[in-house]
């Protein structure tokens, strides 16, 4: 071989050499697109009564996505429905379903509804526990209570059965925009919205429970949340509807003996806004992670098949309402879910 011949086979060689050392090229791998983070402001306003859920469920979704805001503010359910048809909430927490008048007035502006109940409620007919004189009360004595005709007349606990002391009876309630107020005159009194009017009313059930708490000769009711945060302080009394006194708890809601106080409660969700993505995202993870939270701040969670409707009617974007206009007494939920597929 002469010397050129050998000169380029080496440098053909160091070339190879070279060549094999160098790392492998990486291929270029196009990553899978993702979902921007979550941003935005939903804001809830109503029922002093499911406020503890939404603030929970609020609290728990803010910390899986801290650029969403939820604002829960409370004004009861009526005052709920009257932003929430004027444009200015995106869900309206109630504590009853919409009345006809509160659809006229959605209707009237544009606002379509979408309506999800959340958990069930047991509402609490509570007195100081310094009142030894009863641990049941019949719907009846309810009744003599708060109807309107006892306004100025029924000023003692004796007036209502002759068995209990000759002191003075005084009274605690919501106020008349609360969906709670609403259930219970139709419950109790028959009618809603039919109660006397000389009780000290409030849409701030802590309130409520202040004034029981501090008052020997009270009676008042509101949601079991309430009465469970507090029943140190308060005592709850069974309610006999006719079938016999039973306490406001779990399994008597759910088995269907509270009656007539059981009531499912609800979340109204604006048809536009369920649209965005952070009050969608927002929706299903309050009717997935809502019970669970539900159960922890005192309210009794719906069947998981009656969930599994709820989801299914929000997933479709199902506008309206399965009610009447208005409370239902003794009506199952359920049944009302399963009529309307």
């Known amino acids: 071989m002469n010397p050129r011949s050998a000169l380029a086979a080496i440098l053909l060689g160091l070339v190879l050499v070279v060549t094999a050392c160098q790392p492998a090229a990486t291929p270029t791998v196009s990553s899978a697109p993702t979902s921007p983070a979550l941003s935005g402001e939903i804001k809830i306003d109503g029922s002093s009564t499911v406020y503890p859920i939404s603030e929970a469920v609020g609290e728990e979704f803010q910390k899986a996505h801290p650029n969403v805001k939820v604002v829960v503010g409370i004004s009861g359910t009526?005052?709920?429905?009257?932003?929430?048809?004027?444009?200015?909430?995106?869900?309206?927490?109630?504590?009853?379903?919409?009345?006809?008048?509160?659809?006229?007035?959605?209707?009237?502006?544009?606002?379509?509804?979408?309506?999800?109940?959340?958990?069930?409620?047991?509402?609490?007919?509570?007195?100081?526990?310094?009142?030894?004189?009863?641990?049941?009360?019949?719907?009846?004595?309810?009744?003599?209570?708060?109807?309107?005709?006892?306004?100025?007349?029924?000023?003692?606990?004796?007036?209502?059965?002759?068995?209990?002391?000759?002191?003075?009876?005084?009274?605690?309630?919501?106020?008349?925009?609360?969906?709670?107020?609403?259930?219970?005159?139709e419950a109790i009194v028959g009618k809603e919205d039919a109660s006397r009017g000389d009780y000290t009313a409030s849409e701030d059930d802590n309130v409520l429970v202040q004034g029981v708490a501090n008052d020997p000769y009270a009676l008042g009711y509101f949601g079991l949340a309430y009465y469970i945060e507090n029943q140190d302080k308060l005592k709850a009394l069974a309610i006999d509807g006719g079938k016999g006194c039973v306490l406001p708890s779990e399994q008597t809601v759910r088995d269907g003996s509270y009656q007539p106080l059981s009531r499912p409660i609800f979340i109204y969700v604006n048809r536009k806004a369920a649209d965005r993505p952070e009050v969608e995202a927002f929706v299903r993870f309050y009717l997935t992670q809502g019970p669970a939270l539900a159960k922890q701040v005192g309210y009794i969670p719906l069947p998981d098949t009656v969930y599994q409707l709820v989801l299914k009617r929000f997933e479709a974007r199902k506008v309206g309402t399965v009610f009447k206009g208005g409370p239902q007494v003794g009506v199952s939920i359920e049944d009302l879910l399963k009529a309307e597929q």
């Open 78 to 185: 009526g005052g709920g429905f009257q932003k929430f048809c004027a444009g200015e909430t995106d869900i309206s927490d109630a504590s009853r379903p919409i009345k006809t008048s509160e659809m006229e007035t959605c209707q009237k502006n544009g606002i379509e509804f979408i309506e999800l109940p959340v958990a069930y409620d047991a509402l609490s007919v509570v007195v100081n526990p310094k009142n030894d004189w009863v641990a049941c009360i019949r719907v009846e004595e309810l009744k003599k209570m708060w109807e309107p005709d006892a306004q100025g007349k029924i000023t003692r606990w004796n007036q209502v059965n002759p068995q209990w002391p000759d002191a003075p009876l005084s009274l605690y309630g919501p106020g008349t925009d609360s969906g709670t107020f609403d259930y219970f005159t």
